[in-house]
Nanobody, 126 residues
Framework: QVQLVESGGDLVQAGGSLRLSCVVS????????MGWFRQAPGKGREFVAA????????YYADSVKGRFTISRDNAKNTAYLQMNSLKPEDTGLYYC???????????????????WGQGTQVTVSS
C-alpha cells in the first residue's frame, strides 16, 4: 500500500511563492504517474499539474501555466509543486495523488488517480 504525505502549505501574500512537497512511502515513487490537485471551499477537486514516471512529460491546468512547475526526485521518493506569482484564486487544499503503478498515461481527471494524500492548505491573501 502506498502512502502520500504533502507539506509546504502556508499563508502567503499575493505575488508570493511556495513549494509543496509530496513524499511517497510504501512503494518506490518511480512506479507512479503523480499529480497535484486542489479544492477550494464549496468547489470540486480540480487538476493542477501532473508528471510522468520519468519526468519526460508534464501537464498543467491553463490557470497555472507559466506560474507553477511540477517536478520529482525519484531518488528521494518526492514530488514537488513550485508555485510562483500566487493569486488569491489559488487558495485551496492541495492534494498529491498517484495513478495505479500499471498505468503510465499522464491524465488530468481525479477519478483516474488511485491514491491520495491528506492535503496541505494554501491560502493567498490579497
Amino acid at each position: 500500500q502506498v502512502q502520500l504525505v504533502e507539506s509546504g502549505g502556508d499563508l502567503v501574500q499575493a505575488g508570493g511563492s511556495l513549494r509543496l512537497s509530496c513524499v511517497v512511502s510504501g512503494r518506490t515513487a518511480s512506479m507512479y504517474v503523480m499529480g497535484w490537485f486542489r479544492q477550494a471551499p464549496g468547489k470540486g477537486r480540480e487538476f493542477v499539474a501532473a508528471i510522468s514516471k520519468s519526468s519526460s512529460t508534464t501537464y498543467y491546468a491553463d490557470s497555472v501555466k507559466g506560474r507553477f512547475t511540477i517536478s520529482r526526485d525519484n531518488a528521494k521518493n518526492t514530488a514537488y509543486l513550485q508555485m510562483n506569482s500566487l493569486k488569491p484564486e489559488d487558495t485551496g487544499l492541495y492534494y498529491c495523488a498517484v495513478r495505479s503503478q500499471w498505468l503510465s498515461a499522464v491524465v488530468t481527471t481525479p477519478n483516474d488517480y488511485a491514491y491520495w494524500g491528506q492535503g496541505t492548505q494554501v491560502t493567498v491573501s490579497s
